[in-house]
């Protein structure tokens, strides 16, 4: 994947190859099921449906995935996470996505749950908000 210039899409502050663009490359995995979810809304973002598939359980990732080039993701904002950290299993991260459709502002609100498998940070299904 090539480098990319400018701020990450998850908001972290830090320049995109710092930050979820070396998650985006196989240069590391996400340490935190908080820092995989923000990696996943940065993959929306840059259009980076090959990531999103790799970083989804094998269990309940689609065979495939189109992503619509119209979609703009304009903000992130972490509403609450539940473990999820170093040491756990599981964990929960609870957020608010913003964008836009077609030129039409627009709001996603999930419940994320993640899982380890094999070792790693894989995103599972989402639960009702």
């Known amino acids: 994947m090539e480098t990319r ?22 240069e590391a995995d996400a340490p935190t099921a908080e820092a995989l979810m923000r990696s996943r ?27 619509d080039p119209g979609d703009r993701w304009t903000g992130l904002e972490v509403v609450d996470t539940a473990r999820g950290g170093l040491f756990d299993a599981t964990g929960t991260v609870e957020f608010r996505a913003r964008y836009r459709e077609r030129g039409r502002a ?8 993640f899982v380890r498998e094999d070792g790693r940070w894989v995103y599972l299904d989402a639960e009702p908000t």
């Open 41 to 67: 809304y940065s993959a929306f973002a840059v259009g980076d449906a090959a990531y999103l598939l790799r970083s989804w359980h094998s269990s309940t990732r689609p065979a495939r995935l189109r992503l």
């Open 106 to 113: 627009a709001t996603m609100t999930e419940r994320s749950r």
């Open 5 to 26: 210039p400018g701020a990450c899409p998850c908001g972290s502050g830090l320049p995109y190859d710092e930050c979820c663009g070396r998650l985006h490359r196989g």
